[in-house]
């Protein structure tokens, strides 16, 4: 349904070494770069038959800002990656928010998850649902 989701960035630089470095984790290959015609600097993180994800500069030269009660969850394919996720992430200047890494209960049963914040403080998670 989603082709893409995006993100504002206040530094494109520091965000294509984040997420270089937690995408990774997950296997997705290093951005292309795009010059939008405003001259703004977009990283496209390509996802074969899925969601892509794009971080970018604000066309409207303001400030990028996160959104209040805005998440950007990835799936992991295990326990583990989730917490490989989050400890990236914490590594590459993200901030780890809410409870530690680990199993929550829900409505699809036991999950794992974690969240953290990028460096320009948009909300991550993530999550790995067995089955």
């Known amino acids: ?5 995006m993100v504002g960035s206040n530094d494109i630089e520091r965000s294509r070494r984040f997420y270089n470095a937690v995408l990774g984790v997950l296997g997705v290959p290093e951005p292309m770069i795009n010059i939008a015609g405003s001259g703004h600097t977009r990283l496209f993180y390509p996802n074969q038959g899925g969601t892509n994800f794009i971080i970018t500069q604000p ?3 303001e400030p990028a800002t996160v959104a209040n009660g805005g998440t950007v969850a990835f799936s992991c394919n295990s326990p583990e990656q989730v917490q490989q996720f989050h400890d990236v992430a914490v590594a590459n200047g993200g901030t780890s928010i ?3 890494p680990g199993p929550r209960e829900s409505a699809m049963g036991t ?6 914040r990028d460096p320009d403080g948009n909300k991550l998670c993530g999550i790995h649902i067995p089955g």
């Open 98 to 100: 809410e409870d530690a």
């Open 111 to 116: 999950i794992h998850l974690t969240y953290v």
């Open 59 to 61: 066309i409207n030269d």
């Open 1 to 5: 349904m989603l082709f893409h989701t």
